[in-house]
């Protein structure tokens, strides 16, 4: 393709497949919240958003390297979007009584999509090597999920981190070899932001929602106003910053290393804005009077500071893939911020919820102020 990529931009089927997943995420926040908070219960929460985030990345991959929308493509992508309520509706006992009919989703999830492939692989014959090793290497995958599901706890675990190992190394390494086929410059970012955007819209209507039939005094109206600062400041530091820079130096400079970081990443950065959404319900709702317990502290603290931590990551690549040098100081404000909110349950310190909220949104609020100073976009001071 050389130089020259057309520009694409997400189709209305795309976005009616990500409201599917937006719905499985929320779900895993909601499971969180509902639980007793703990070490134990937040990896728990990874533990399943790793397949929930991988089966909507997989279609995400296909669609971007494959502009397909007839009829077969359609009724394909409406079977995932089956699969994919069936594992929202199954994330509940996921990872206990109805663990089974979650492995069964998602390896339905994965068989259509090797149907997919072998589609792509047919019609395009200068794309068959890369869609029939996705192919087999989606299905081997798909086919321990469905073995799993007859297999007693914690056996069939092993398993899915097996599966989970096989579909992680299939696209690293098939993807490698097929730098003509990377995913498209335009095309994928947008998609990530996308999802990024209705995870974020998740966060805010989850917190509305859960709190509608609380009682309103000062101290939960100032902390839910908070909150939305939060939420809003985590939306403009990301979404001023969206660039296809990463792919374009894998597809024209081989430089895997940048954009396996820059995608990954963003997997960080939905668990810790899905846990930054329970973080502040735990918050709002705590008693105002009585200092918060340190398990809410690390979730509001800790899920914040990740966040902070992967745009920071992200900027970083996107500069690095940009040869950008003079701006990669600008990001390191990510990383600073986000040590000073991990530094207050680090260092036990007791502190009413008001105040903790206010000062994450402070810190956050700042980072603002930071991008419109150093953004070479619009640097206004």
Sequence with gaps: MGNVEKERHATWLELFY????????????????TSNISI?????????????????????FYATRFETDDLVHRLLVLLQMVGAAALTINIHGALGETSSNFAISYAA???FLVIEYIRAGHKMPAARSLANRYAQG?????????????IPIPIRFILWTLALAIDVTTTILIGRKHLHLAPNIFHLPERMGLFILIVLGETIFDLISSLSGHKWNIESTI??????????????????????????AFREKGRIGVYTTWLYIHFALVVGLAATA???????????????????????CGSVSLSLFSIG???????????ERKVKIWPVYKFIAGLAIIAIPILTI????????????????????????????????
């Design 18 to 33: 990500d409201l599917v997943f937006a719905a499985a995420v929320s779900q895993i926040g909601i499971n969180l919240h």
């Design 40 to 60: 134990t219960a937040f990896l728990g929460m990874l533990s399943l958003f790793f397949p929930v985030v991988w089966a909507w990345i997989g279609v995400t």
């Design 109 to 111: 999830i994965r068989v």
């Design 138 to 150: 989606f299905l081997i995958s798909a086919i321990l999920w469905l073995i799993s599901a007859a």
């Design 223 to 248: 902390s839910i106003g908070a909150g939305l600062g939060i939420a809003f400041s985590l939306w403009w530091i990301y979404f001023d910053n969206i660039d296809g820079s990463p792919i374009r």
């Design 278 to 300: 329970t973080g502040i319900r735990d918050v709002v709702s705590a008693a105002q009077n009585i200092p918060l317990s340190y398990t809410s502290q690390w979730l509001i």
């Design 313 to 323: 990551i992200i900027q970083l690549s996107i500069a690095s893939a940009a040869g």
């Design 350 to 381: 007791r502190i009413l919820p008001l105040i903790l909220i206010l000062i994450i949104t402070i810190i956050c609020m700042i980072q603002i102020i930071l991008d419109l100073r150093h953004h070479p976009h619009h640097r206004i001071f």
